[in-house]
């Protein structure tokens, strides 16, 4: 067990649905502590940087699109394993395929307005957390 940080978004469709402490409750109730928050209008090129990984893919267009549609919540979360962790809070991708009680089966939309991101891994929760925060912004 280690003490670790991970990064989420809170995405557009919860933001334009006014439930971003809905998300953050889900997130402390399993508790993870939100070390580091901030309400963004991402331009192009940090939301198209961001899944820059998904570059290939049919769904990116849209993705960065989508991500750019409205506010988000930039977040840096701590906790013990907390990029295992938080993948388990926020649920599978597809919504229809979440563990109950998780953020995703309660909150999301569809397979791409799906609430929330988390980093997959220890390399990319250590990459997204500089994309978007200095060290001085993160108060665990
Ligand atoms: P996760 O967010 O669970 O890590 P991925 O990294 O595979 O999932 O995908 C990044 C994001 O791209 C997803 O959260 C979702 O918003 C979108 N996405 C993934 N797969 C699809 C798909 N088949 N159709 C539309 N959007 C998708
Ligand atoms: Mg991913």
Do not use: C, W
């Amino acid at each position: 067990m280690s003490i670790q940080r991970t990064f989420s978004i809170i995405k557009p469709d919860a933001t334009a649905r006014n439930i971003t402490g809905k998300v953050n409750a889900k997130i402390e109730e399993s508790g993870l502590r939100i070390v580091a928050q901030k309400r963004l209008l991402l331009t192009e090129e940090q939301a198209s940087g961001f899944y820059a990984v998904h570059k290939d893919r049919p769904f990116y267009t849209d993705l960065v699109k989508f991500m750019m549609s409205g506010p988000v919540i930039v977040q840096v979360l701590e906790g013990e394993n907390a990029i295992v962790a938080y993948r388990k809070v926020m649920g599978a991708t597809n919504p229809a395929e979440a563990d109950s009680g998780t953020i995703r089966a309660e909150f999301a939309q569809s397979i791409d307005a799906n609430t929330v991101h988390g980093s997959d891994a220890p390399e990319t929760a250590s990459e997204e957390i500089k994309f978007f925060f200095a060290e001085n912004e993160i108060v665990g």
